[in-house]
């Protein structure tokens, strides 16, 4: 199937501005009312990266930002896998989403070593920078410079808002858990990618 004919298939958009968890994207777009799943799934990347940061300049508690970290990207992980990727799987994009599956899963990896086991501190930093190399290059480079473009050409911002609520209800649903124990196993393949019916 096609991306322009899965797009047409989509619900009618919704627009929502309080929900909780819209604080970091208001904040990320500047405006009230925003689900476009695009900016939505931008605004977590970045939200990411700050974490990153702060870890690697030693701010704070270090297990406690790592549980963050772990339970943002563990969350983030999940609702492209469930969600996004199925919703986008077409002809145009079905090379770049089997890549980022298993990019998932090698961060996945790195990130399981993390949580578990108690490591030194030059292993910890070294992990810490694979990390952030991996998912940077994941979401940036990727994700935000070649998948991005193709959706937001193929749906219209009604359909990238329809898609950006379910999104947001799924991730917030996820973080009321704690969605990193979850990460440990999942890394033995990468997660299965089916178009949504
Ligand atoms: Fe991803
Ligand atoms: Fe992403």
């Known amino acids: 199937m096609e991306l322009r004919a899965l797009a047409t298939q989509a619900a009618p958009g919704l627009v929502i501005a309080n929900q909780p968890g819209m604080d970091f994207l208001r904040r990320f777009t500047g405006r009230d009312t925003t689900t476009d799943v695009l900016e939505l799934l931008e605004a977590q990347h970045t939200e990411v990266d700050m974490l990153f940061a702060q870890i690697e300049q030693g701010e704070g508690n270090r297990r406690a930002l790592l549980t963050e970290l772990a339970d943002k990207l563990a969350a983030h992980a999940a609702v492209e896998e469930k969600i996004f990727y199925p919703a986008v799987m077409a002809k145009e994009t079905n090379t770049l989403l089997h890549e980022s599956v298993e990019e998932h899963l090698a961060i996945k990896r ?57 999104v947001l209800v799924m991730f917030e649903d996820l973080m009321m858990g704690a969605p990193h124990k979850s990460v440990p196993n999942e890394t033995t393949e990468a997660a299965p990618l089916e178009a949504q019916s």
């Open 110 to 166: 790195v990130l399981a070593d993390l949580i578990m086991r108690d490591l030194d501190d030059d292993t910890f930093k070294a992990k810490i920078t694979v990390l952030k190399e991996q998912v940077s290059h994941h979401a940036h480079k990727e994700e935000e410079k070649k998948l991005f473009p193709l959706v937001k050409t193929a749906f219209s911002s009604d359909e990238r808002a329809a898609l950006g609520n379910e």
